[in-house]
């Protein structure tokens, strides 16, 4: 194999199908995953990015010798198609329902006898497993022990080296120490003797560290091994200071490095209880195990613990909000007087200002992801990104749609607002009406205190469904604190599973951002995170409300009042109060100016 590295996807295709021919592979997997199921991945496993072309967070490559596939679901099909370009590789268009589709096609594409092969190392049990049941009943072998892009990838980023940091313990109400025996109390429930973790944002939550190895999510490269009286972290050697070895030493987690975690796995006793999460371990880690393990499965107990903010918790992202609320109030300030006075602003200047304006504010870390800002057509792909070779000046009449967010010591924050450029339509105020009313609805919904999250959807949907309108993305997601924009285990979307553990509890945060999309004309999302909150209590059991959490104007210029009813009214309006009460005191200017401006009651709101 040439000792430089191909330049083009067409060629890195090229490469990687000779590769396969070298080690007998007939098809090749590669999911956009990593050893530790993450969503946003470290450069060094941006394999499937690199070798098709396609960016977006989410995808799925297949390659034959013959073909070669990209499923993405709908919020990505624009983006691929134009990525995809002279690659090589179809576009997939993967709908509802359709999770298993590149399984499926693998099944009618390869003859019996052929064998797949992935890399067991970033492909979850769970996922393994239902690769296996397809495809073994076609006679097709998995071949999971090696990994193809070392081969064809000389210069592969290397694992990311930054140094590790404490959560300010300011903002935590809770020990390390605490939260690993509620961990071990989860364990002793399933009478189990180990628990391995390998999903970051959990290993941050219980050791109370936090990292850079992620963009946007304050989160490091490690796994952790809890036994019933130990717990070692792995971790690559230099990433912790004395200071943080010995804390961690104090609470009873030891260190080891990073790379020494199968051969610890391999090393636990034959007759070892072993509780794993087949969705949040890999093939490769199931497989260190040793083949007399006795297995229990169930889901990670750390992940719905995290997900439950405490009311400590719960008072600084109140707090987050705030400042979070005031950058905005800046930065939409400059953006309407910019325009006002013929200033060229772009997409990318619309994050650069953003950016800048969060920045300024307290305990700002960074962006929570890479900020969408889409003009007209743009907005009609969900996750939009501009880039300099690629984007669009705000001028003329249209939509503006901006969704950010940032990571402060006292929570993470998502927000999405639409805002007027010039003159709008009838058409697009109707479909922002429509969305804001989907906002509403849910946002002011009271349910049923275990209520699976999935069955919330419709209450958001049903605006847009009564009058023929969808969108193809989940209404909302948890939200971590100073961890992750994209937790579980909740997910507001009909089409998620409706297992125990998505039952809505007491301090989750989740997004509520209902949407409409018209390719190539524009996009429209409304989205606040909310908190799960006690409501009430009576002889049919209890039940929860949420309370909105973000702060800022939505913008009422874009709506069209007719379609609201008085109640619908007087929660937009009752909202926008409490934007004014809590940022005018943190405002001046300009800025304060806007707020009052934009925070009007409806009925008289210049438009």
């Given at each position: 194999m040439s000792s430089e590295a191909p330049a083009t996807p067409a060629a890195r295709l090229a490469a990687l199908r000779e590769a396969m021919r070298e080690h007998a592979i007939d098809a090749w997997w590669l999911p956009s995953s990593d050893p530790h199921n993450s969503e946003y991945l470290p450069a060094h496993w941006g394999g499937r990015a690199w070798l098709s072309g396609f960016d977006g967070s989410v995808g799925t490559l297949v390659v034959t010798q013959e073909r070669?596939?990209?499923?993405?679901?709908?919020?990505?099909?624009?983006?691929?198609?134009?990525?995809?370009?002279?690659?090589?590789?179809?576009?997939?268009?993967?709908?509802?329902?359709?999770?298993?589709?590149?399984?499926?096609?693998?099944?009618?594409?390869?003859?019996?006898?052929?064998?797949?092969?992935?890399?067991?190392?970033?492909?979850?049990?769970?996922?393994?497993?239902?690769?296996?049941?397809?495809?073994?009943?076609?006679?097709?072998?998995?071949?999971?022990?090696?990994?193809?892009?070392?081969?064809?990838?000389?210069?592969?980023?290397?694992?990311?080296?930054?140094?590790?940091?404490?959560?300010d313990p300011a903002y935590l109400d809770e020990s390390r120490a605490a939260r690993l025996a509620r961990v071990r109390e989860a364990m002793a429930q399933h009478d189990a003797d180990w628990h391995p973790i390998s999903t970051l944002d959990d290993i941050a939550w219980l050791t109370q560290l936090r990292g850079n190895d992620v963009d946007f999510n304050p989160v490091f490269l490690a796994h952790l091994l809890l036994g019933r009286e130990s717990?070692?972290?792995?971790?690559?050697?230099?990433?912790?200071?004395?200071?943080?070895?010995?804390?961690?030493?104090?609470?009873?987690?030891?260190?080891?490095?990073?790379?020494?975690?199968?051969?610890?796995?391999?090393?636990?006793?034959?007759?070892?209880?072993?509780?794993?999460?087949?969705?949040?371990?890999?093939?490769?880690?199931?497989?260190?195990?040793?083949?007399?393990?006795?297995?229990?499965?169930?889901?990670?107990?750390?992940?719905?613990?995290?997900?439950?903010?405490?009311?400590?918790?719960?008072?600084?992202?109140?707090?987050?909000?705030?400042?979070?609320?005031?950058?905005?109030?800046?930065?939409?300030?400059?953006?309407?007087?910019?325009?006002?006075?013929?200033?060229?602003?772009?997409?990318?200047?619309?994050?650069?200002?953003?950016?800048?304006?969060?920045?300024?504010?307290?305990?700002?870390?960074?962006?929570?992801?890479?900020?969408?800002?889409?003009?007209?057509?743009?907005?009609?792909?969900?996750?939009?990104?501009a880039t300099p070779e690629a984007h669009s000046t705000i001028a003329g009449n249209g939509l503006l749609l901006i969704d950010s967010g940032g990571q402060y010591p006292g929570g993470t924050t998502d927000i999405t607002r639409v805002v007027p450029v010039g003159e709008i339509s009838a058409a697009q105020r109707e479909d922002y009406t429509l969305v804001l009313q989907g906002t509403i609805g849910l946002s002011r919904a009271h349910f049923p205190h275990g209520i699976p999250s999935a069955q919330l959807d419709a209450i958001a949907r049903a605006p847009l469904w009564r009058t023929g309108r969808d969108y193809g993305h989940g209404t909302?997601?948890?939200?971590?604190?100073?961890?992750?924009?994209?937790?579980?285990?909740?997910?507001?979307?009909?089409?998620?599973?409706?297992?125990?553990?998505?039952?809505?509890?007491?301090?989750?945060?989740?997004?509520?951002?209902?949407?409409?999309?018209?390719?190539?004309?524009?996009?429209?999302?409304?989205?606040?995170?909310?908190?799960?909150?006690?409501?009430?209590?009576?002889?049919f059991g209890d039940f929860l409300y949420f309370e909105t959490l973000t702060l800022c104007p939505i913008d009422t210029r874009c709506i069209e009042p007719s379609l609201l009813d008085a109640s619908e009214i007087d929660w937009l309006d009752a909202y926008h109060a409490e934007v004014r009460e809590r940022l005018a005191p943190k405002l001046e200017g300009d800025a304060l100016a806007w707020l009052e401006k934009r925070t009007q009651p409806l009925a008289r709101q210049q438009k």
């Open positions: 070669a596939g990209l499923w993405v679901d709908s919020r990505y099909w624009v983006q691929a198609e134009a990525q995809l370009a002279g690659s090589g590789i179809e576009l997939m268009k993967l709908h509802p329902g359709q999770g298993d589709a590149p399984i499926d096609w693998l099944a009618e594409q390869l003859p019996a006898g052929a064998t797949l092969g992935f890399d067991a190392q970033v492909v979850s049990l769970a996922s393994a497993r239902r690769l296996e049941a397809t495809l073994s009943a076609a006679d097709i072998r998995l071949h999971g022990d090696s990994d193809l892009l070392d081969a064809i990838w000389p210069d592969r980023p290397a694992l990311p080296e930054a140094p590790l940091y404490a959560h717990a070692t972290l792995f971790i690559a050697p230099g990433k912790l200071n004395d200071s943080l070895t010995q804390a961690l030493a104090d609470d009873g987690i030891e260190v080891a490095p990073y790379t020494e975690w199968a051969a610890r796995l391999a090393a636990l006793p034959e007759a070892s209880r072993v509780l794993i999460d087949p969705a949040r371990l890999t093939l490769g880690t199931r497989e260190a195990l040793p083949g007399m393990t006795d297995l229990i499965e169930a889901y990670q107990p750390s992940t719905l613990l995290k997900g439950r903010k405490s009311e400590n918790d719960l008072k600084h992202v109140r707090q987050t909000m705030e400042e979070d609320g005031v950058a905005l109030c800046e930065f939409f300030a400059w953006l309407e007087a910019a325009l006002e006075r013929g200033e060229t602003v772009t997409e990318l200047t619309i994050d650069e200002q953003l950016t800048a304006a969060r920045a300024a504010r307290p305990g700002f870390v960074s962006r929570s992801f890479s900020t969408i800002a889409a003009f007209n057509a743009n907005g009609a792909l969900p996750h939009y990104h909302g997601h948890g939200v971590g604190y100073f961890l992750n924009v994209h937790e579980g285990p909740q997910v507001i979307a009909w089409q998620a599973p409706t297992a125990p553990h998505t039952a809505m509890q007491p301090g989750m945060i989740t997004s509520i951002e209902p949407g409409v999309y018209r390719p190539g004309q524009w996009g429209i999302r409304i989205e606040n995170l909310v908190a799960n909150r006690p409501a009430s209590e009576s002889e």
